[in-house]
């Protein structure tokens, strides 16, 4: 069983680094489930145009392909303009609906502001919705004054949050495929 953690941007470190907190504390919970990071920064992914993935010269394939191979996913961004990431909404662009059906997912964000927590609960949910996925109840956000200057996350609420955020994950793809099956796909 392998859990996808995705940081969705190509600047900064605080996003893979919450995300790489969350896949942490899934280790604790459950050491057997593998986990990896993708972390958007390592790759050059071409913009979505609706081609075969086969014909990109870049690492979209490769990309596609990770998320593809994966059994559930946490999804990070900050928070830029009021959005997640275009590389991130890219990302998505380049996924079939049917890879991402009926798996489980969760999000954190990070951003400057405390305002933008609500884009986790108004754009990335009903993007999970779009793919049919089932999403755990809880996030995270994180804002610029929860991290120390060594980019360390220090506010004992959000590391709770991350901690109860991993069980989450863990407990709803256990729960939804205890032995590793699949739902079949009803398009």
Do not use: W
């Not at 942490?24 to 593998?34: F, L, N, R, S």
């Not at 901690?163 to 699949?182: C, F, I, N, W, Y």
Request: glycine share 6%; with cysteine.
């Amino acid at each position: 069983m392998k859990l996808l953690g995705i940081a969705g941007t190509v600047i900064g470190a605080k996003t893979s680094i919450i995300v790489q907190s969350v896949l942490d504390e899934v280790k604790k919970v459950a050491p057997e489930i593998e986990v990896e990071l993708l972390d958007l920064r390592e790759y050059r992914m071409s913009l979505c145009d609706g081609r075969n993935p086969e014909t990109y010269t870049d690492d979209t394939k490769k990309v596609i392909d990770k998320v593809a191979s994966a059994d559930f996913y946490l999804f990070g961004t900050p928070i830029f303009q009021g959005s997640m990431t275009g590389v991130l909404k890219n990302l998505f662009d380049h996924i079939q609906p049917q890879v991402l059906r009926h798996k489980v997912m969760g999000f954190v964000a990070n951003g400057g502001t405390y305002q933008h927590y609500l884009v986790i609960e108004n754009q990335l949910k009903p993007i999970a919705g779009f793919f049919r996925a089932y999403v755990a109840p809880g996030s995270v956000y994180v804002h610029a004054d929860h991290f120390n200057q060594q980019n360390e996350i220090v506010d004992e609420d959000v590391r709770r949050r991350i901690s109860d955020l991993a069980r989450e994950l863990v407990h709803m793809q256990k729960a939804l495929k205890p032995t590793g099956e699949t739902i079949a796909n009803n398009h």
